[in-house]
């Protein structure tokens, strides 16, 4: 496919905007207004690894993807394409084996000009009342700490007759392991709250197999040969469960990356394979996929993904840890 000349100026444009920074700006300023949004303070979303600093809301994005810093090690910049059609910076990140909060303070105040930021604190208050709903699953149902999950899961996975894989244990190099059940999800993404159950199993494990357990605290059992859904009696509480079946060593790491998420992330690495960039820049043609089944390429073959990490390189994104993403 050839590159259409708009499509060459936008590379041409995000090129120059990370090698000379200042001096063209991240992206085009178009999407919005500019405005002043107070001090620097890693946000309330970062994590243990990584400092976050959201300059517009990810709501607003139609698709998004990673871009390293070419001048400072251990930044990374979330880019993507707005809902209008232009472009945007949609978060900085710091790496805190590079950055301490300080120093990511001084560098944002040296580079802010470059960039345009609309996310302002009263987004991070209406933010956290949004996450307070989500957390209601349903009546009766609200999600419960992590321990709490975990040990439900490692409950659960005994009354099934499986062998419990501590996810403490599961790095993203981590490779396939059969007759295992391994708890991911929020779980491994080390959420503090965590609402359905999802389970990784790595043996065959049928609808009907669950079924013939006879176990009173399963009930709603539905599915088929890859998910298994059902509801389980947590203290009289409903629990959704979400069984995902894997077997196939070769497709683990796209396996393991889609049960364990988060959902955006994954949305994010497919809306990478259907980009311009990396049909006509990076040369990987059209016709790619990534699901639970694995990596398929441009010609319908499955590409080996023995790990997440390998899935993170041959997409050419930051290798990230399900409590990264």
Avoid: C
Wanted: hydrophobic share 30%; proline share 4%; charged share 35%.
């Amino acid at each position: 496919m050839l590159i259409t000349k708009r499509l060459l100026i936008e590379i041409i444009t995000q090129e120059l905007n990370e090698v000379f920074g200042t001096s063209y700006g991240s992206f085009p300023k178009r999407d919005d207004k500019k405005k002043d949004n107070g001090s620097f303070k890693f946000d309330p979303n970062s994590t243990e690894n990584q400092g976050r600093w959201r300059l517009k809301d990810p709501d607003k994005f139609e698709r998004m993807w990673t871009r390293k810093d070419k001048n400072d090690a251990g930044i990374s910049f979330i880019v993507g394409t707005l809902k209008t059609g232009k472009h945007g910076t949609q978060a900085v990140r710091f790496s805190k084996s590079h950055w301490t909060e300080a120093e990511a303070k001084k560098w944002w105040s040296k580079n802010k000009k470059r960039f345009t930021k609309t996310w302002t604190p009263a987004h991070w208050t209406k933010w956290k009342k949004k996450k307070l709903k989500e957390s209601k699953l349903g009546k009766g149902e609200k999600k419960i700490p992590h321990e709490q999950a975990l040990n439900l899961s490692k409950d659960l996975i005994k009354k099934l007759g499986l062998t419990f894989w501590d996810p403490s244990e599961v790095s993203i190099d981590t490779k396939f392991k059969r007759n295992k059940a391994l708890p991911v999800g929020s779980i491994r993404q080390g959420k503090k709250e965590v609402g359905d159950l999802d389970i990784i199993v790595t043996k065959p494990l049928t609808k009907s197999d669950v079924s013939d357990m006879g176990l009173e605290e399963i009930s709603d059992i539905s599915g088929g040969a890859k998910r298994i859904d059902f509801k389980y009696d947590d203290d009289g509480k409903a629990r959704k469960v979400n069984l995902f079946i894997f077997t196939d060593p070769d497709t683990w790491g796209a396996a393991l990356l889609h049960a364990s998420g988060p959902f955006i992330y994954n949305v994010r690495l497919r809306n990478k394979l259907k980009s311009n960039k990396w049909k006509n820049v990076e040369g990987m043609g059209e016709g790619w996929i990534l699901s639970q089944n694995g990596l398929i390429d441009s010609e319908g073959k499955i590409v080996s993904t023995p790990t997440e990490r390998e899935v993170q390189k041959i997409l050419g994104v930051t290798e990230r840890t399900p409590e990264e993403r």
